[in-house]
């Protein structure tokens, strides 16, 4: 099955919701989540609801709660364990420079990372573990960890419902749909990227102005 290409309505149509849900608890608190297709995973489900595959509103409620749960678990992890990930070894499933991109991604944005990370593949999943690391309090969190949440999964997933009622003919657009949401959630990271650049530029600049 294939998670990432023309085969995700395949794949949701045979892992069910259940399925659906666990691989949205696992990006959201799970150091191997991150690779996860969380983005295109909600609106590809969204419109296969509404097709009748199954209940749009098991899907929202089911996916917030898993989404939310996540965030908690990660939370958790970087409360007691999270420090230890900053000197963890690199392999085919961990990267430090998810760990720096999350990192400078949270010192910008503050308690507020929570929330947007939710749209930022790579960054959600780190987001609430160095939310714990940092010792956030927990109210705080989990009131940004429930609004990030129910906003990522009713958003997405209704998108999804919504293309799936209005335009003719969808299952003919789904590999577009889900390529376009993919690449709108990635903007974010990507404009991180190169103001981060910009940045490394201008401050070599002033610490080299014979350059």
Not at 116 to 134: D, E, H, M, N
Request: glycine share 12%; no cysteine.
């Amino acid at each position: 099955m294939d998670l990432f290409g023309g085969g995700l309505e395949d794949t949701i149509i045979s892992i069910g919701l259940l399925g659906t849900f666990l691989i949205l608890f696992a990006e959201s608190g799970l150091l191997i989540g991150f690779f996860l297709p969380g983005d295109s995973l909600l609106f590809t489900a969204g419109l296969l609801a509404s097709q009748g595959y199954f209940s749009i509103w098991y899907l929202l409620i089911g996916g917030s709660l898993a989404a939310i749960i996540g965030d908690n678990v990660g939370y958790r992890f970087g409360r007691r364990y999270g420090h230890r990930i900053f000197n963890k070894q690199e392999s085919i499933f961990f990267h430090q420079d998810h760990v720096r991109k999350a990192e400078e991604f949270y010192q910008k944005h503050g308690p507020l990372t929570v929330i947007l990370a939710r749209f930022v593949p790579v960054v959600r999943t780190f987001a609430p573990i160095l939310a714990g690391v940092g010792k956030m309090e927990y109210r705080k969190f989990l009131l940004y960890n429930i609004t990030g949440g129910l906003l990522w999964v009713w958003g997405l997933g209704l998108l999804g419902h919504w293309a799936g009622k209005t335009i003719p003919n969808i299952d003919r657009y789904i590999l577009p749909g889900v390529a376009i949401v993919i690449i709108v959630s990635a903007i974010p990271g990507i404009v991180a990227l190169i103001r981060q650049k910009i940045r490394r530029i201008r401050t070599q600049a002033k610490s080299d102005p014979n350059r």
